[in-house]
């Protein structure tokens, strides 16, 4: 069982490099061998982490149940990003071609494998170095394209991402302050540790730490108002980047702050925490709700969407009810799948009409008549419709503000929830369900309309797989992922 | 009457002070090539401070993260934004939207404010010094007021390691004591956080020609 960290942090680095050699056509295969085998792993671990507290693989490797949720997030969006990118990269059989097949290749396998190794290393120095690695592989992901617009949107992601890193560098450094006040001058910063230490810490300056973090951390994770790169980001980047930072990296960023969060709460109790990640977590969701009522760019309205499901996170994590934290995890694991097969959706109108401005997209879902159902379904389930994953996660989150009592703050989450579904959906639907324009009619110029057909199976076969674990998680999440989110949200409590 | 300071905690508080001024001069250096050379200075100070600090409190380890430190942030990061700066044939750097005076003076303020917000933590132990840590939190401050104020990516990449420099200094007063492999993790980090700034300063200049980020405004809303 301890072999199983291990497997998992080798198999995606060795899935890079090999396919940074091999022909693109043999590592289109690798990648979602490995994505699937990695996600196989992360499933394998469900019952020893409800059963045992933790699994360490010496002294780095560390796993636990609230590590194991952020892994199955992120290693079953690499599987069905895996499948996707197969359908669509459409390279020209020229060197340029093939250079940018094994650099993509290469570089999503390295992505996924930094977002792999951060639940999974012990210690908050570690997950800082983890959380960096990701940072710079995307970055050189966003600008693979070589476009203007790639160009700017990686040099301010680099920069911004990088300096909210400086932050939390800082925060890591004081949190092992906080720590020597205990431990002595020289310690490693490891969970176990820290977590048995943490009432003993000194407050000010636990404090400190959590603040910065959060900070740091969420510019990462596109907490307002440090989400600046993120919508830029998400919208120039290669189609399968967008789905993984959008459902994977921001979450993992997320996971780096319920980390502190596991500390201050211990040190600190709940309250101050708790009122930080509500600041963040409201401003979040107030802003990405109003910015969805007035994008035009398909991808940047996803985008945006993300914005207001991080201050989901963030604001159901504020709340004190188990309930509720229970949802904030089943969250990330329905947010990674919805958002994934949503920019899968997206990436088959951007290839099929060849362009993200949505006023000059009409009849998707005559055009595709697979793909663009179920970007529709997938917007929807963004929006937390029944029978979708979201649709269970946001409810244990608004009756866990309910039971604790939060009712002003619910009743507002409540409020932005419904203006973020208007701005989604009125867009998308009408994008993919007014029909199409005929071309040569006045109200014609301008729109594009392409022939009938999908622009690849496996894009159709990647998003079934994501709508299909959005239906699981909605309508009956198995008793085992149920008692891992119970056993994880313990473990995020306030201790007794 | 507050003792006299150790020579330790005396020698710990010059070398944040220098760190701090460093990064002032790089608010007033009107060229990149100064710039970074400014930058290679800050680095060669926290590296003594990182010797110090080791030969003072017998930490064996620390020496093996100053020599790493040397080559890294002396030697080679300078080393490749100077190549970076010889291919661009670029040199003045980008006007900010402020003048020098300004610039110093906001960032004295905003330095004055970091040292008393970190000094009223009360941080207090034995053996370290809370005033370097109070002028590491200035100088992360001003690096961000450097990078906000200067419109070229030359400077806002040295901004960012000069941030991490201010870092290192607080992490030498308040942990000197972090395991090896930490640091090392660490300093392995930026350097391919270095690699990749440079990577896209190059695809930026490439695509624009020139340094200046006055045309990265095409992304908005």
């Known amino acids: ?496 | 009457m507050h003792p006299a300071p150790s020579t330790y905690a005396g020698m710990a508080d010059v070398a944040a002070v220098l760190v701090l001024l460093t990064e002032f001069a790089m608010l007033r250096a009107p060229t990149l090539r100064a710039q970074v050379r400014l930058y290679a200075f800050q680095s060669l100070v926290v590296t003594v401070l990182a010797v110090f600090i080791a030969a003072t409190q017998h930490i064996g380890e620390l020496y093996v993260l100053a020599l790493l430190s040397f080559v890294l942030k002396v030697l080679i990061v300078p080393g490749l934004v100077l190549r970076l700066l010889r291919n661009a044939e670029v040199d003045l750097a980008g006007s900010s939207v402020l003048g020098v005076a300004s610039m110093i003076l906001i960032a004295i303020g905003v330095s004055a404010f970091g040292f008393f917000a970190v000094g009223s933590l009360h941080v207090h132990s034995t053996a370290l010094p809370p005033t370097a840590l109070a002028i590491a939190a200035a100088v992360v401050l001003v690096a961000f007021v450097l990078i906000i104020l200067r419109s070229d990516v030359v400077s806002q990449a040295i901004g960012f390691f000069s941030l991490e420099n201010g870092v290192s200094v607080a992490s030498l007063v308040v942990a000197a004591g972090l395991p090896l492999v930490v640091e090392v993790a660490f300093l392995f980090d930026l350097l391919v956080a270095v690699v990749v700034f440079g990577v896209i300063m190059r695809v930026h200049h490439g695509r624009t020609k020139t340094l200046s980020t006055t045309e990265l405004d095409r992304l908005k809303g």
């Open chain 1, 1 to 496: 069982m301890s072999s199983i960290p291990v497997l998992l942090i080798a198999v995606p680095f060795a899935a890079a490099v090999a396919t940074f050699f091999l022909p693109v056509r043999v590592s289109r295969v690798l990648t979602v061998v490995s994505g699937a085998l990695v996600f196989g792993l992360s499933l394998v671990l469900i019952p020893a982490v409800t059963t045992h507290t933790a699994i360490s693989t010496g002294s780095l490797l560390r796993v636990d149940a609230l590590s194991v949720v952020f892994l199955i997030a992120t290693t079953f969006l690499y599987a069905a990003t895996a499948v996707f990118a197969g359908g669509y990269l459409n390279l020209a059989q020229s060197p340029a071609g093939t250079r940018y097949g094994r650099r993509f290749y290469a570089g999503l396998n390295l992505f996924c494998w930094s977002m792999v190794a951060a639940p999974l290393v012990n210690g908050l120095a570690l997950l800082w170095v983890a959380v960096e690695i990701t940072t710079v592989v995307s970055a050189l992901l966003v600008a693979i394209d070589d476009t203007d617009g790639a160009s700017e949107a990686s040099w301010k992601y680099v920069l911004i991402a990088s300096l909210g890193l400086g932050i939390a560098l800082l925060a890591t450094i004081i949190m092992y302050y906080a720590g020597t006040t205990v431990f002595g001058s020289a310690y490693d910063l490891s969970y176990a540790q820290m977590l048995a230490g943490a009432v003993r810490f000194p407050p000010d300056v636990v404090r400190l730490a959590f603040v910065l973090a959060v900070l740091g951390f969420g510019t990462k994770m596109g907490l307002v108002p440090v989400h600046t790169w993120l919508p830029d980001a998400h919208s120039e980047a290669p189609t399968p980047v967008s789905a993984l930072l959008s459902g994977a990296l921001l979450a993992i960023s997320f996971y780096a702050i319920l980390r502190y969060f596991q500390i201050a709460v211990r040190t600190l109790g709940p309250t101050f925490p708790r009122n930080v990640l509500l600041i963040f977590g409201l401003a979040s969701l107030l802003l990405a709700a109003l910015y969805l009522l007035v994008q035009r760019d398909l991808k940047r309205l996803l985008a945006y969407s993300s914005v207001e499901h991080m201050g989901i996170l963030a604001i159901g994590m504020s709340f004190g009810a188990p309930i509720a934290i229970v949802g904030v995890l089943l969250h990330v694991l329905a947010h990674a799948a919805a958002k994934g097969t949503a920019f899968f959706g997206a990436g088959s109108v951007v290839r099929k009409f060849g362009t993200k401005d949505m006023t000059r997209i009409r009849g998707g879902i005559t055009a595709l008549p697979w793909s663009g159902p179920m970007l529709v379904a997938a917007v929807l389930a963004l929006s937390a419709m029944p029978p979708f994953g979201i649709f269970r996660s946001e409810f244990l989150i608004v009756s866990g503000g309910l039971s604790d009592p939060r009712d002003t703050v619910t009743a507002v989450l409540v409020i932005l929830v419904t203006v973020a579904f208007f701005g989604l959906s009125w867009f998308t639907t009408q994008t993919m369900l007014t029909p199409a324009i005929l071309p040569g009619s006045p109200e014609g110029a301008g729109m594009v309309t392409p022939t009938k057909g999908e622009v690849s199976p496996w894009i159709v076969v990647s998003m079934a797989l994501g709508l299909a674990a959005l239906v699981i998680l909605g309508v009956h999440p198995p008793a085992q992922l149920n008692q891992l989110l119970h056993h994880a949200a313990s473990e995020l409590g306030v201790p007794r």
